[in-house]
């Protein structure tokens, strides 16, 4: 069977007031103490899915879940069992005999939760939730993580059940999206505890405590960009939703992480790079919109103007952290005299950004949206048109405010025609087209543009790579290779020449009260004029490349 669920992070000066919340009316308490099998070599976990034991008071369950069609779907198939024995016979006949019969390892305990859950069901105009308060500890081996976290599981109704009382209770406890499952947390875990533990047996002291630093550091990586895989049978409505939950997950992971879910006041997991790909989850989802716009319906407003001021309050962050991390360090090797001043920090740090109430409210508006997104209004789109070169823009503004009046609307009377619509892969290929050309024409004149205008062509260059991400498993691959390559070394260009200009402006502020910042000026622009130099090679290249559309 399959359930929806949603599942936040209670953060621990919230943890008082949900408990009390919760028991207010006719709440129940049960223990949980759950027992997830693997094999040594994680088959299960490789094919994403999770085989427990778990006591319920005084009842065993044997429980497989895997993640379902999309964010808030689960697969879950539960089996009484009269102790702590797993029984795989019971997938007989079903769509999980096949991997289970398959595995080549032995099945044997990988980790454990231990958790005290507190149950209450909740009314909504749109349906019945039951919510379930964990607080507790997953364990494996020596290394432990805490539980706290509150699912809002649907009993009756309609998925927006979920997400309206999911709202109440983010808006009112400071609560935070967590993306990741207690199975998969737990398999991180046991991964780690086994990594530290080979270190432990093989390493030497001089070097073990450096090696632990860098496991534990990988253990909470940044989350990067993951393949949408479209189907040519898919509707754009459809192919947008894919990708918007993809985009959702990148954001959603790095912003925990920074949120300090795991680690608050324990250890400084989140980083720079947490930050720059957040914001590239999110500039991802802006591309996407406009790869689709005309083909579906507009987000709400508040996702639209949520994306735009929360990517400007992290941009911030991400300038600061190249200015200090990247910039400066090179600016030094190269010679520059020490510069003793204090930079003045951003108006908000990433951590209370990614913590908050109006980032966190937005990630659950825009999932909402993401798991029904609607086609347009059928005079929007007569014949699946592809927008004039002289109106760029998408029809909705990522700013969140209305689009440029236009001219009077003209009434469409519906034609019958018997031709079949476009494919995906064909209305995508065709805009693609035409990003492509539009970006290879005014990369020929890359020398002669000025910063503005240099930064508009860095922007439609990524919007060009992550469109041609999205659209990649519809698209020839031999042809791709070499297409990808170039466009690759163009943003890399692109990137360095803009970090640079920030720096520049940086730097320029500082030279009345700093002479020193004389000698970064003067590297800046040698470097930026070489960097013009080989990007316009770069461009050029671009321009004359095997075309990847046809």
């Known amino acids: 069977m399959s359930e929806q669920e949603l599942k936040l992070h209670v953060p621990a000066a919230a943890r008082r007031a949900v408990l009390q919340e919760v028991r207010q009316q006719d709440a129940t308490r049960i223990r949980l103490h759950a027992l997830y099998f693997d094999t040594p070599t994680r088959e299960l976990a490789r094919a994403r899915i999770a085989l427990r034991l778990r006591k319920e008071g005084r009842d065993w369950v044997q429980t497989l879940k895997m993640p379902g069609a999309d964010a808030i779907t689960r697969v879950e198939i539960n089996h009484p069992r009269p102790g702590p024995v797993l029984d795989l016979s019971v997938y007989a006949g079903t769509e999980f005999e096949g991997p289970l019969s398959s595995l080549k390892g032995e099945l044997g305990l990988r980790y454990e939760t231990d958790v005290q859950r507190l149950l209450r069901k909740v009314r909504s105009r749109h349906g019945t ?25 649907l009993v009756s109704g309609r998925p927006a059940a979920i997400f309206s009382v999911a709202r109440r209770w983010q808006q009112r406890h400071g609560l935070v999206l967590d993306a990741r499952s207690k199975s998969e947390r737990g398999d991180a875990l046991a991964g780690l505890a086994r990594e530290l533990a080979e270190q432990d047996a093989t390493g030497d002291a001089e070097t073990l405590q450096e090696r632990r630093s860098k496991a534990i550091a990988r253990f909470w990586a940044p989350c990067g960009a993951a393949p949408a895989t479209l189907d040519d049978s898919m509707t754009p409505p459809q192919a947008m939703g894919r990708i918007a939950g993809e985009c959702l997950d990148q954001i959603a992971r790095n912003a ?102 109006a980032f966190q409210g937005w990630l659950l508006d825009t999932l909402e949206w993401s798991l029904d997104v609607q086609p347009p209004a059928p005079a929007a789109l007569p014949e699946m048109a592809e927008p004039s070169d002289a109106a760029p823009e998408p029809s909705f503004s990522l700013d969140g405010t209305a689009p440029a009046a236009a001219a009077t609307p003209t009434l469409i009377i519906p034609m019958t025609s018997n031709t079949e619509p476009p494919t995906l892969r064909k209305l995508l290929t065709k805009r693609l087209h035409r990003w492509h050309t539009k970006v290879a024409e005014q990369g020929k004149n890359f020398a002669a543009l000025d ?30 290779r070499g297409y990808r390559k170039q466009l690759a070394q163009v943003q890399d260009l692109l990137g360095e020449i803009n970090d640079l200009a920030m720096a520049k402006d940086y730097y320029q502020a500082c030279v009345g009260t700093h002479p020193q910042a004389w000698f970064a000026l003067g590297w800046i622009s040698a470097r930026l004029e070489k960097l013009t130099v080989e990007a316009q090679a770069a461009f050029d290249q671009l321009a004359a490349s095997k075309p990847f559309w046809k």
Do not use: C
């Not at 964990?134 to 805490?146: F, H, K, N, Y």
């Open 129 to 153: 939730i039951e919510l379930a308060y964990d607080t507790g500890v997953l364990r494996a081996a020596s290394l432990e993580l805490p539980i706290s976290e509150l699912e809002f599981e």
């Open 256 to 357: 925990a992480v920074l949120a300090e879910v795991d680690t608050l006041g324990i250890y400084p997991a989140g980083n720079s790079e947490h930050v720059h790909q957040l914001r590239v989850g999110m500039r991802r989802l802006r591309s996407a919109w406009r790869l689709f716009d005309g083909w579906i319906a507009p987000p709400p407003a508040p996702v639209l103007e949520g994306v735009r001021t929360l990517f400007a309050a992290f941009g911030q962050n991400r300038d600061q952290d190249v200015l200090n991390e990247t910039v400066t360090p090179v600016l030094q090797r190269a010679g520059m005299p020490a510069i003793n001043f204090d930079v003045p920090p951003p108006d908000v740090d990433s951590q209370s950004i990614a913590s908050g109430k």
């Open 451 to 480: 910063i503005p205008a240099r930064h508009d062509l860095r922007k439609r260059g990524k919007r060009l790579r992550y469109g041609l991400a999205f659209a990649e498993s519809l698209l020839p691959q031999v042809r791709l």
